[in-house]
């Protein structure tokens, strides 16, 4: 249902230019997950990153592992991450999460970072999943949520953000069962695990002036079937709100500002 949405080069290079990046805390929360049941360094050999995308969540993990795979169904994605990659103990490779590329209990860790609400039928995954994880092995899901500016006064930022939120209900009829999951915080999903917990405390920030917010925004996979479809761009308006804000508010419009997001996690235990 959502192998092509990130097909284009031009949305995997906007991808690797905007996406924010994870927090440390994360990475922190998932090793502590894994820890109260494996042990090192067994625990740290072998990690796969699903829907990967250009490398962003890899990246988190990749200080922490021996090896870790990271998988995309998008060619251009993973050549973006292959152009990218900073790191001898990560490598690439396109496939779906209906085939993880491991032996069976052979993994200590799948994570997917603002990936895994793509992945439909959610029970083909989870077979996949219990299929190459070792026994005590762990599923973390995480993602961030919708942005917001963090920067002004509260009357500055709550006007800029409803720009934002106007912005985001116009694209209404081009969202999917994935978009509500990610606007929800993916509290919709419990884990196939006895042993499954939740963690929704956590942020993550980007400075960003108003080019890269839009381009942020302008890389929604429903933004761009939006435009595709009604052949005009709402983000044209947000930008040209957004600009006269701040010039009411004598503040330069090429000025840059910090853009937050909520991070959640869901993590379960094989
Ligand atoms: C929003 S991006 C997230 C990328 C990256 N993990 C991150 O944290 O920024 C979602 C990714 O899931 C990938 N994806 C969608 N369907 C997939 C599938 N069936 N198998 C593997 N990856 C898939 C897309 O190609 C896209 O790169």
Redesign the pocket.
Known sequence: M??T???DKDV?KA?HTF?PT?PESLAKEILQFIDEKLEKPFSRKLAI??????????KLMANHFDRIIG????EA?IFEAKRNNEHDNVEFTV????KLPAEDNSVSLIF????FH??EPFENFYKEVKRVLVPGGCLAVF?YALPFVAEFDDHVNSKLNDFRLTFFNELDDFKTPATHHVANHYKDFELPFNNFTRINSMKTNKSMNLDDYAGYLGSW?FYRNYVANRKTDPLKLFRSRFEETLQEENIPTNVTFTVEWPVFLLCGRN
């Not at 990153?49 to 890899?58: E, F, K, L, M």
């Not at 997917?112 to 990936?115: F, H, P, W």
């Open positions: 959502y192998e949405l990130y097909a995997a991808y996406r994870y990153d699903v829907g990967c995308g250009s490398g962003q969540s890899t998988l995309d169904i998008s994605q496939g779906s999460f209906e997917a970072g603002t990936a793509f992945f993602s996979s």
